[in-house]
């Protein structure tokens, strides 16, 4: 099946061709870890694993890799005020956002490398760009020098000449031009290491060109990460990537739309965040989950208290059919693994540039034959095994972790006794295995 995703490079929705016979490279910025990841962090995680999962059904061997940022200022910072070292702060703040992405079912990636492992790496690649004239050092900072390539803002399509008029220059700078950005910086506070040009830490952007060139040795199928991103961070990306290896990272640039609380989008400096741990604590991780799929990746999401109760009513409706579904299987002597799998629409509204939205329309239509097939008398079971087995497939990759009911020899036995209690119209009797049979999620 040919899959198709916008390109935010080539401003156009464009064939994914992996560099590889059948195997798919993924890189996905990954959060800087000084803080609690609020909600509009986790929409890439969720994109990314559904993207992800899809390639991973097509039959695509995906290696997925998504990296903590454990060395910035606001790390720094945040050490320096409570009296720690940084490892201490980003220990802590890698293992939460473990949590959070467990919980909405993101599937653990081949890597996640954290950018104090790769220190040695950096700073190879730094002395590599300086080396070329890409690079210059002033003082013990090191900045790369945007005259040395081509076609700067072609990812943002922003131009160099509007990017100088809107740019904040300090009397005092060490940069060649302001558009120059920092691969080095000199630190006297927090960690730091020693490099050619005195002790000190990488920049943001350099980070993640060097650990997608140390795991996948080169060009990759698709960077990820939020539009947030694209500038300046994934610009300066493919900036350094032409001066070092003559390329520009990735075949496909994809970038996912932003959350919104309500119509404003949401982040820590507007102080209209929400802790992802508090929203999945409050609506669960599959409806967090649900919420974000609803939308086409590439628009915003609104999280109001509409559209959290509109998720939530959804995951009900699915849980509803699919558990019950699977409960009269079992009852009926029929079988949950032999079922033929039926989803081709589903498919193609995925390989159609990932259309979540359109994917879960054909998911409520299937529910709703699934419905319809459990009113008829008699039951059609290679029908209703068939439902099954294409429902679990489509939640598989979309990532929905629905649970249903193993119905044993001890259950089979309580229904049978209900079902001629309930004929005989013994209610009283009846009611009591019936409280039996909703404890063990029969009903």
Not at 278 to 304: E, Q, W
């Amino acid at each position: 099946m040919e899959v198709k995703l916008f390109n935010s490079l080539s401003n156009q929705v464009d064939t994914l061709t992996p560099i590889k016979k059948d195997e798919v490279s993924i890189y996905c910025c990954g959060p800087t870890v000084y803080g609690d990841a609020h909600i509009g962090n986790i929409r890439p995680p969720v994109v990314f694993d559904t993207l992800r999962r899809f390639l991973e059904y097509l039959g695509y061997n995906v290696k997925s890799v998504s990296n903590f940022t454990d060395v910035d200022d606001k790390i720094i910072n945040k050490a320096v005020q409570e009296g720690v070292s940084e490892n201490v702060i980003t220990d802590r703040y890698i293992k939460a956002y473990k949590e959070v992405i467990s919980a909405l079912n993101v599937k653990p990636h081949y890597q996640n490398p954290r950018v104090t492992e790769y220190m040695d790496d950096i700073i190879a690649y730094i002395d590599d760009l300086v080396k070329s004239g890409a690079a210059y050092e002033v003082d013990g900072d090191v900045f790369f020098r945007i005259s040395a390539i081509k076609d700067y803002g072609e990812l943002s399509n922003v131009k160099k000449e509007d990017l100088v008029v809107g740019a904040r220059i300090d009397e005092n700078s060490k940069k060649e031009s302001p558009l120059d950005f920092a691969l080095w910086k000199k630190t006297d506070v927090g960690i730091q290491w020693d490099s050619p040009w005195g002790k000190g830490r990488p920049g943001w952007h350099t980070e993640c060109c060097v650990m997608i060139n140390s795991i996948f040795g080169g060009r990759i199928d698709i960077h990820g990460g939020g539009f947030d991103l694209k500038f300046p961070h994934h610009e300066n990306e493919i900036a350094q990537a032409k001066a070092h290896d003559h390329n520009k990272i990735a075949n496909l640039w994809v970038h996912n739309g932003f959350v919104n609380f309500g119509n404003e989008k949401m982040s820590k400096s507007l102080g209209n965040v929400i802790l992802a741990k508090d929203a999945i604590a409050k609506f669960g991780g599959n409806a967090m989950r649900l919420l974000i799929l609803s939308t086409h990746y590439r628009a915003p999401v609104s999280f109001t208290d509409e559209t959290i109760a509109s998720a939530t009513n959804e995951l009900n409706r699915i849980q509803t059919t699919f558990k019950q579904l699977a409960v009269k299987i079992q009852l009926n002597k029929g079988s949950l693994t032999s079922g033929e799998v039926s989803i081709e629409p589903f498919l193609a509204a995925l390989a159609d540039d990932l259309n979540t939205s359109n994917a879960l329309a054909e998911l409520y239509a299937k529910l709703k034959e699934a419905n319809q097939e459990l009113r008829k008398n008699p039951l059609d079971m290679k029908k209703l095994e068939s439902l099954f087995a294409s429902l679990k497939a489509m939640l598989n990759i979309l990532g929905l972790d629905i649970k249903y009911p193993v119905v044993d020899e001890n259950i089979e036995k309580i229904y049978n006794e209900y079902m001629r209690l309930k004929a005989e119209k013994k209610f009283e009797e009846s009611d009591v295995l019936r409280s039996k049979l909703i404890e063990a999620g029969i009903f």
